[in-house]
């Protein structure tokens, strides 16, 4: 909503302490960090080459003004933390720099190609850019120069393999009409003039299933809707004084706090209701609590999603997880359903607007037992808005699935449906006690139960 109000009133949001202090930020730079240091290891970039660079995706952002975490140049990247990283505007203005590190090790510096990256995410629409400086990837682009794109899910061998199939004299490139599933022979099923392979299918092979993965929503999909609006949201309210009295000292809810602050500082310039000033530190630790809790308070009935709100709220419900006071509730086909897609070796990943800490606390926490051992993942709303098709396309990307439509979206909202049907997904509706109404002639099929599927 600050976000909304900055904007309806010509201010920049994005340069704002609650953005730039924000855990999406802070988890963007870590990801940076850690991706450097994985890649190096992968040898796809080399010890000062390379760049990545990534937007910091928040829901009440718009795209275009969304903040860019960028990787400095001359670092060593297998030696890379989150303090090394910039922090950029959408125009490409260094917001927040690194500190410098202790001699020997080289100032940091912006990266040369700042503004080739900035095209990309201009012109591109890109949520992410990767320059790379290894080798196999750099041959690739050598090989079929005019080609503008070379895709590989998930596995660096690939670029090895590639490589070799045209030294081979073999067709390099993914086939545009899907996996080769039978070649008879060493060079069975002929070669072409191209000297590609051609598969052949016989009546005694076996395709797979053309279903590899599974993502669901979870308010109203795998859980009753009243358990979040009844259930969380109340203990997060009811307990937020307590939790801040327990734990007004430690370093997370100093962060906590932090964070909180520099929303509201937002919130009170842009008029937001309910908003009202916190007290600084030395005004007295009843004081400063007290205003915490009236916030908290006006933004969970304003229903609002805003990273000070989420962040707080998901240490709350750990509390109560861990304290037996919150057990995770679902619809009683879900764990059945879940076993069987595991057994028959479908990956199941979650995608909720909930953080992926609260996801893993109520699969993790059950009547049924820890379910998380039948997920391969959790998403949220870092990757994208739920009602955003780029955001279920970034998703099929993340899988590892040759086409988006392997993948099958289960939910409960239409939007959210319309959205991953735009980006090729398999899409069912959930129908489920408690939901809302569904618009008529929506197009999908719909379900009651898991078993059907």
């Known amino acids: 909503m600050a976000a909304a109000a900055a904007a309806a009133n010509g201010v920049s949001f994005v340069s704002s302490n609650a953005y730039l202090e924000s855990g999406q930020v802070k988890e963007t730079r870590a990801l940076i960090s850690n991706l450097c240091r994985q890649f190096y290891t992968l040898g796809w970039i080399s010890g000062t080459g390379g760049s990545i660079t990534a937007k910091v995706h928040e829901d009440s952002i718009p795209k275009s003004q969304q903040l860019i975490v960028m990787s400095p140049s001359g670092v060593t990247k297998e030696r890379m933390a989150a303090e090394?990283?910039?922090?950029?505007?959408?125009?490409?203005?260094?917001?927040?720099?690194?500190?410098?590190?202790?001699?020997?090790?080289?100032?940091?510096?912006?990266?040369?190609?700042?503004?080739?990256?900035?095209?990309?995410?201009?012109?591109?629409?890109?949520?992410?850019?990767?320059?790379?400086?290894?080798?196999?990837?750099?041959?690739?682009?050598?090989?079929?120069?005019?080609?503008?794109?070379?895709?590989?899910?998930g596995y660096r061998y690939l670029f090895d393999a590639a490589i070799k199939l045209h030294q081979l004299g073999l067709d390099w490139s993914c086939p545009s009409d899907g996996p080769v599933h039978n070649v008879k022979g060493m060079w069975g099923g002929g070669r072409n003039i191209n000297g590609a392979v051609k598969a052949v299918l016989t009546d005694n092979d076996v395709v797979e299933p053309s279903r590899k993965c599974i993502l669901l929503d979870i308010e109203g999909t795998t859980t009753p809707i009243s358990f979040v609006t009844d259930v969380l949201f109340p203990y997060a309210r009811d307990n937020v004084r307590n939790h801040l009295i327990a734990t007004y000292n430690s370093e997370e809810t100093r962060d906590d706090i932090k964070l909180l602050r520099a929303q509201v500082e937002d919130d009170l310039e842009q008029g937001v209701v309910g908003s009202v000033p916190i007290p600084p530190a030395d005004g007295g630790k009843e004081a400063v609590i007290a205003s915490l809790v009236a916030n908290v308070e006006a933004m969970i009935k304003a229903d609002r999603k805003i990273p000070a709100l989420k962040q707080l709220q998901g240490h709350i419900w750990r509390t109560g997880f861990q304290n037996k006071e919150l057990q995770g509730v679902f619809f009683e086909d879900v764990p059945e359903a879940l076993e069987k897609w595991h057994a028959m070796g479908i990956k199941v990943y979650i995608y909720s607007s909930g953080s992926r800490e609260a996801q893993r606390l109520i699969f993790g926490n059950t009547v049924y037992g820890d379910l998380r051992k039948y997920l391969c993942g959790f998403f949220d709303t870092m990757i994208g808005n739920k009602k955003e098709t780029r955001s279920y396309f970034e998703i099929s990307q993340s899988v590892g699935v040759d086409r988006p439509s392997e993948i099958l979206f289960l939910t409960d909202v239409v939007q959210?449906?319309?959205?991953?049907?735009?980006?090729?997904?398999?899409?069912?509706?959930?129908?489920?006690?408690?939901?809302g109404p569904l618009p008529e002639n929506h197009g999908f099929k719909t379900i009651k139960s898991f078993s059907e599927i």
Do not use: W
Not at 94 to 114: A, E, I, N, Q
Not at 127 to 152: C, D, W
Not at 416 to 435: D, F, Y
């Open 416 to 435: 959210e449906a319309v959205a991953a049907k735009s980006a090729g997904l398999e899409v069912m509706i959930s129908i489920r006690p408690g939901n």
């Open 84 to 153: 090394d990283v910039y922090v950029l505007s959408s125009s490409g203005t260094v917001l927040s720099s690194p500190s410098r590190r202790p001699y020997p090790r080289k100032p940091p510096k912006c990266t040369d190609r700042t503004p080739l990256f900035m095209k990309a995410y201009q012109m591109r629409d890109a949520g992410a850019v990767i320059h790379s400086h290894g080798r196999e990837s750099s041959l690739i682009t050598m090989i079929h120069p005019s080609s503008k794109q070379f895709r590989a899910a």
